[in-house]
Every structure is written in C-alpha cells, then in structure tokens.
C-alpha cells in the first residue's frame, strides 16, 4: 500500500503542476506584445517591428493597425500557432514580424498624427476570451512632399 501511494504522488503531483501552470496560461494565453519604429516620422521604407510572445495553449491573432480619425488600415495580421500538445507543453510561441512602410499605404492617410497599434488576442477558453494585449505608438505621417523629398 505505501508503494501504490508513492507511486501516485510520483505521477498526480507533476499533473497537478502542469496543470495549474496550463490553467494560468489558458486564462492569460498572450505573454507580451512589443511595438517598435526606428522613427515617429512613418516614411517608405522605413520598417515597423512587432514582436508577440503566446502562451501556446491556443492559437494567438496578432493585428498591426495604423489609425488616424476615423480611418483605420489593418496593415498585418499574423496566427501564432498553439502546441501540439497544448495542455501539458509549457513552451512559449513567437512571432517577430517585421512590416516595411510603402508610399502608396501613407498616401491613403492625411499628414499628421496617427496612432499605430499591435493588437494581440487569443481564441476562446473555458468559455471565456481574454481581453487583448495591446501596444500602442503615437507616430507621424509626413505630408506627400516631405516623403518623397528624402
């Protein structure tokens, strides 16, 4: 009798760890999201860096949206996929993504300034989605002239 105990602490005790970490991380599911731009003046050619870390319990929705008033452009959207075994792998997914300006984007847009956004969410869990994780950059867009005077 005290083997079969033993035996089921050495088996329950790490599922009951896993399992705890799985449940935190299927409630939380995105890690950390981080927006960077090499200049406030958005111009062409000039690249926007994203980088989402997820959780892997499910599949995370990365979007990088650029905004001025009330017009808004969805400039990427990128799936960070989950384990293959999502429950008991405690592995982080990934994505750095990198998103280059180009001229005929910026001239859909008004001179001045816009907020650029990285929106992260993941899918459904236990009923529930989580709220996203969002970064967010106040940046400039420069008038036509100035942008193709460089």
Same mark, same amino acid.
């Given at each position: 009798?005290?083997?079969?105990?033993? $035996?089921?602490?050495?088996?329950? /005790?790490?599922?009951?760890?896993?399992?705890?970490?799985?449940?935190?991380?299927?409630?939380?599911?995105?890690?950390?999201?981080?927006?960077?731009?090499?200049?406030?003046?958005?111009?062409?050619?000039?690249?926007?860096?994203?980088?989402?870390?997820?959780?892997?319990?499910?599949? /995370?929705?990365?979007?990088?949206?650029?905004?001025?008033?009330?017009?808004?452009?969805?400039?990427?959207?990128?799936?960070?996929?989950?384990?293959?075994?999502?429950?008991?792998?405690?592995?982080?997914?990934?994505?750095? $993504?990198?998103?280059? /300006?180009?001229?005929?984007?910026?001239?859909?847009?008004?001179?001045?300034?816009?907020?650029?956004?990285?929106?992260?969410?993941?899918?459904?869990?236990?009923?529930?989605?989580?709220?996203?994780?969002?970064?967010?950059?106040?940046?400039?867009?420069?008038?036509?002239?100035?942008?193709?005077?460089?």
């Amino acid at each position: 009798m005290i083997a079969l105990r033993w $035996l089921t602490r050495m088996v329950f /005790v790490p599922f009951a760890v896993f399992g705890g970490f799985s449940g935190y991380r299927a409630w939380v599911q995105v890690k950390s999201v981080a927006l960077f731009v090499s200049d406030r003046d958005l111009r062409p050619g000039a690249v926007i860096d994203v980088e989402a870390v997820s959780w892997a319990r499910t599949t /995370v929705t990365v979007r990088l949206i650029l905004e001025q008033g009330w017009h808004a452009e969805t400039l990427l959207v990128h799936r960070i996929p989950s384990n293959h075994t999502a429950s008991l792998d405690p592995r982080t997914q990934s994505a750095h $993504l990198m998103v280059p /300006v180009e001229g005929a984007m910026l001239e859909r847009f008004h001179a001045g300034d816009a907020v650029l956004r990285a929106h992260a969410i993941g899918g459904p869990q236990w009923l529930r989605t989580p709220p996203p994780k969002v970064q967010q950059i106040v940046v400039r867009i420069p008038d036509a002239g100035a942008t193709s005077g460089d």
